[in-house]
């Protein structure tokens, strides 16, 4: 959110798109975290599920906004 919220307020799309990237990279860092934490037994097979379903969706709304963004520049 934070990511989107900086980028927002830039000057041009090119900016904005920039701060898009950054943020899937943070997904990409988030969605490692969660595997691990499977893997540590610190969340069950059943809860790492339900988290990607949600990060896929997360994943596929950042990719569209990013079309979009893309677009305009």
């Known amino acids: ?3 989107i919220a900086e980028g927002a307020v ?3 799309s ?3 798109f920039h701060f898009l990237v950054i ?5 990409s860092e ?3 975290i969660f595997e691990i934490s499977k893997e540590l037994s610190f969340i069950s097979e059943k809860q790492y599920q339900e988290i990607a379903i949600q990060m896929e969706k997360i994943d596929a709304m950042f990719n569209r906004l990013k079309k979009n963004i893309k677009s305009r520049f």
Do not use: H, P
Request: hydrophobic share 35%.
């Open 1 to 3: 959110m934070t990511n």
């Open 10 to 12: 830039r000057n041009t």
């Open 14 to 16: 090119k900016e904005f």
């Open 23 to 27: 943020l899937q990279g943070s997904l």
């Open 30 to 32: 988030l969605d490692a």
